[in-house]
């Protein structure tokens, strides 16, 4: 098993320039996130899936979209780049029910706005 | 409002020393409580969860309700457990498994 596998690692846009960030999973794993660290900030999350069809916002949405149409795949959409979107995205995985179980992450994805 | 807060960004500390990485939450509910870490050059994994009360390379962390903390303890600090922490809380009603997460320390183990 891959895990979660995340592409491209590492992006440099310019402002207002558009890009998708790939996430992918083969652990049949039903929930599926969107996080962005920043330092001293932690992990904040953007976007969720609890299925496919089924996505919802998270801590900080705004500039950013997602689809959810496969289990596998969660891609995360940047329409109108921003230097304040300048940060390392982490996408991770879950498998089972509700809150509990462990998340899988994938080894990030480092988008520089210039 | 549910957060998590890890008061310090680095804690240094010689071989051998003890380490205490401090959590604190904020949370209604019954939560959930976990400490993922990220290795230099490796990917954000679970350390261990409260749940199982278990003790993972030699770290444990025990809920305290009382004072809403969740600190992670290891009694003789080795080099190879330089990395960043992050405490992380899950609840809620709505079951959807995402987790809130504290600002990370980054624990520096001297030789």
């Known amino acids: 098993n891959a895990g979660v596998t995340q592409t491209p690692k590492f992006r440099i846009l310019k402002i207002g320039q558009s890009m998708t960030l790939q996430c992918t999973q083969d652990m049949n794993h039903n929930y599926m996130y969107w996080y962005r660290q920043d330092p001293g900030m932690g992990l904040k999350l953007i976007y969720y899936s609890v299925g496919a069809g089924i996505t919802d916002k998270g801590e900080v949405p705004n500039g950013y979209n997602v689809s959810r149409s496969t289990t596998e795949d969660f891609p995360l959409r940047l329409e109108l780049a921003a230097p304040s979107q300048t940060s390392v995205y982490f996408c991770?995985?879950?498998?089972?029910?509700?809150?509990?179980?462990?998340?899988?992450f994938g080894e990030g994805s480092r988008l520089t706005v210039l | 409002a549910q957060r998590v807060t890890q008061p310090e960004k680095l804690l240094s500390v010689f071989k051998g020393a003890p380490v205490e990485l401090k959590c604190n939450y904020s949370?209604?509910?019954?939560?959930?409580l976990f400490w993922y870490v990220q290795y230099s050059r490796q990917r954000l994994q679970l350390l261990l969860r409260h749940i199982s009360r278990e003790s993972i390379k030699g770290f444990t962390a025990d809920l305290n309700k009382g004072e809403t903390s969740f600190h992670l303890k290891k009694p003789f600090a080795q080099e190879e457990d330089s990395a960043m922490y992050y405490c992380a809380l899950s609840g809620g009603s709505s079951n959807t498994g995402k987790l809130i997460f504290g600002q990370g320390t980054t624990l520096q183990v001297k030789p």
């Open positions: 949370y209604s509910g019954s939560p959930e």
């Open positions: 991770a995985s879950k498998g089972g029910q509700g809150a509990t179980g462990e998340l899988f």
